[in-house]
């Protein structure tokens, strides 16, 4: 599951997923399938159903996280060269050539992705209250998909975990250039 595979190249960036990406998806997949069917009550084709879509939506706000930090890197003359994913999650690969860079290029690539995923939750959380009331399975997407965005992509990027935006934030603030 240490395998690396080339998926794609999309805005310029190569795309490339660790066996275990899969093996984390059908993780998701089935413990929303069981949540679905044990805690909702869904019939299994329902829950099934609902768990292939959050497993899908997942991804989405995965790539959506990576795009911000890949469209804030672009900004600061350093661009990102691709995203790798591995279990549920993913990061940024930035070129091996690449010089010493001052502390604000860092922070600025970092603050991409949190603030992409905010503006996700904003929109995910728009499309929860509106679409709420339809049935228990729209209900159990559209509330995982509010969730994921603001507790991972958006609070949980900026915890530092020492592999995250959190940790690249709290290692690069203090070495930051004063008055700039």
Do not use: C
């Not at 997923?17 to 949540?35: D, E, K, P, Q, R």
């Not at 010089?99 to 600025?108: C, S």
Request: aromatic share 16%; glycine share 8%; no cysteine.
């Amino acid at each position: 599951m240490n395998t690396r595979f080339q998926l794609t190249e999309i805005f310029d960036l190569n795309v490339m997923f660790y066996g275990n990406a899969i093996l984390g998806s059908v993780f998701l997949w089935g413990f929303m399938i069981y949540v679905g069917v044990a805690m909702l009550a869904l019939s299994p084709l329902a829950a099934v159903l609902a768990g292939l879509v959050i497993t899908l939506l997942h991804w989405d706000a995965v790539f959506w996280h990576q795009f911000g930090h890949a469209w804030a890197a672009r900004r600061t003359g350093y661009p990102m060269k691709g995203i790798t994913a591995w279990w549920l999650l993913s990061s940024s690969v930035y070129p091996s050539e690449e010089p010493e860079l001052p502390a604000e290029v860092h922070i600025r690539r970092a603050l991409g992705g949190p603030l992409a995923s905010f503006i996700y939750t904003l929109v995910t959380g728009l499309f929860t209250l509106l679409l709420y009331s339809i049935g228990p399975a729209v209900r159990m997407v559209l509330l995982f998909w509010f969730l994921d965005n603001l507790i991972v992509f958006t609070i949980g990027a900026l915890v530092p975990l020492g592999f995250n935006d959190g940790s690249t934030l709290l290692h690069w603030w203090p070495r930051r250039t004063r008055g700039s």
